[in-house]
């Protein structure tokens, strides 16, 4: 077997009896049951998801994934495509946003190339390329069928890597110009939607910009004519060599038990192919907030997720994720560290 198939043989569901487990622990706690919420429900979700009714507090790493478009060509950012080059040096270098917000969670930030236009240099830069950038999908597929599974694989074997040397919470994050519109063509395939139902203003384009990233995108659906069926169909006609590579993240973290937080519209598309084509690692994903690209509340649907955050975020990197994270943190600190009522001499008004 190939690893992508061998990879999504080995993703079962999660416990429910565990989840049941932790609520309980939860509930002997010094508070009124359920008064704590949805980070009540985060730790229980964690837990299943690790196997385990105390889980240990995780070992973060976001892991943000770069590559370049050729639908860039069809002027739909307003920002040239040698930013994805320079956005991935100022990740390495530590000067991002994310990179402020990940020391700020306590994470790991792992910046990887999967096919900028030319190499990078190799300091601080995880090197996995696919190619030197998709093709432009408004005249034809994105990149080959082989690609696509190169994209996914090459995520799978980062997640376990990772996994191996350690983390127990990894984070999905992106950079890549033009890739909303990927992204956009992607929701629009799988969900059957009109382009301008999924496709919003990516980097701040103006109206006349929105109306023709738009009219690119209905161009690629019916140039390419993805099949909704077939997720690495969806991916090479239409897709990014960082979105595949984050769908292997999710896929890789899901058979190693360990809980994949998904940042925004793009990180949320990958994870709807990584769903796609192992629907079971749907189990193993935290939706990290609500972004106010348009597609994103429908992804969100599509993977039966409620965000934890709404911040009116946009930035992508894997920002969300960052934030979110130290909500896993304080979710699972209330379960080690916070007093029973037996321990703490304090009456139980029981369920």
């Known amino acids: 077997m190939t690893l992508l198939a061998d990879t999504i043989a080995s993703i079962g569901g999660v416990d429910p009896a565990i989840s049941a487990a932790t609520q309980r622990l939860l509930d002997a706690k010094t508070k009124p049951r359920r008064s704590l919420g949805r980070i009540e429900d985060l730790a229980c979700r964690v837990a299943a998801i690790r196997g385990t009714p105390s889980p240990a507090l995780p070992v973060k790493a976001i892991v943000v994934m770069g590559a370049d478009h050729g639908v ?9 495509q040698a930013v994805t080059r320079q956005m991935l040096l100022n990740f390495a270098a530590g000067g991002a946003a994310i990179n402020v ?31 030197p950038g998709t093709r ?10 082989a690609q696509a599974i190169e994209a996914v694989e090459t995520g799978i074997q980062l997640a376990h890597e990772l996994v191996a040397g350690g983390v127990t919470l990894l984070g999905t994050g992106e950079m890549g110009i033009a ?18 139902a999924v496709t919003g203003r990516g980097t701040g384009i103006d109206d006349s910009g929105w109306r ?10 019916a140039v390419n004519r993805p099949d909704p069926a077939d997720a690495l169909d969806v991916l090479a006609k239409v897709g990014g060599f960082e979105i595949g590579g984050l769908a292997g993240v999710v896929l890789g973290g899901a058979s190693r038990r360990v809980p994949v937080v ?6 949320g598309v990958a994870a709807l192919l990584a769903v796609r084509l192992a629907p079971a690692a749907a189990d193993y994903l935290i939706a990290a907030h609500q972004s106010v690209e348009i597609g994103h509340r429908l992804v969100l649907e599509l993977l039966g997720l409620r965000p ?3 911040l009116e975020l946009r930035l992508g990197e894997g920002t969300g994720v960052a934030l979110a994270m130290s909500l896993v943190d304080a979710a699972l600190r209330v379960l080690h560290e916070m007093a029973t009522f037996e321990n703490a001499g304090v009456s139980d008004a029981g369920a």
Do not use: H, W
């Open 72 to 80: 860039a060509d069809e002027g739909v950012s307003a920002y040239p």
């Open 101 to 131: 917000l990940a020391r700020q969670a306590g994470a790991q930030v792992v910046v990887v190339d999967m096919g900028v236009t030319a190499p990078l240099p190799g300091l601080d830069i995880c090197a996995r390329r696919v190619g």
């Open 136 to 145: 432009n999908f408004t005249l034809g597929p994105a990149m080959s069928p």
């Open 179 to 196: 890739n909303t519109t990927a992204a956009s063509a992607i929701a629009a395939a799988f969900a059957g939607a009109a382009p301008e």
């Open 212 to 221: 023709r990233k738009i009219d690119v995108v209905r161009q690629a659906l």
């Open 262 to 267: 998904v940042d925004g519209f793009i990180a």
């Open 308 to 310: 934890l955050l709404d």
